[in-house]
């Protein structure tokens, strides 16, 4: 597999990351319910990026040293104030359940925050 991306800017886009995430998952040979996790993390992350950020784009790619998929999501938003906060549950939005991030925290075996993408702060 190649990277995918997919640009958020809707909830089509929300859906399809969600189905290409899933299909990917499959073909790696994951499990049906392991692949459905996979997917489910990937439809947080753009859900965030469409509710929070006013978009973004989820790119996806198989791993090269193991079993596995990594997915990017990078966005332009106004960032989190208080990423710890976030992650203990200790934070929701007037919009939300608060358990995104942190469902997909939860979902994964690894996940990293990078706050200030590649520009530094």
Do not use: W
């Not at 996790?37 to 090269?64: P, Q, W």
């Not at 990017?72 to 906060?85: E, F, N, S």
Request: net charge negative; hydrophobic share 40%.
């Amino acid at each position: 597999m190649n990277k995918v991306c997919i640009q958020v800017a809707g909830e089509p886009d929300i859906v399809e990351v969600a189905r290409q995430v899933r299909q990917t998952a499959l073909a790696l040979r994951f499990s049906a319910a392991q692949a459905h996790y996979i997917a489910t993390a990937a439809s947080e992350l753009a859900a965030n990026l469409f509710i929070h950020a006013d978009g973004g784009v989820i790119e996806a790619s198989c791993l090269k040293d193991r079993s596995g998929i990594e997915r990017v999501a990078t966005d332009q938003g106004p960032g989190i104030g208080d990423i710890d906060k976030v992650l203990r549950g200790d934070y929701s939005t007037a919009d939300g359940l608060g358990c995104g991030l942190l469902g997909v925290q939860r979902l994964m075996d690894e996940m990293d925050i990078d706050r200030y993408g590649s520009e530094g702060a």
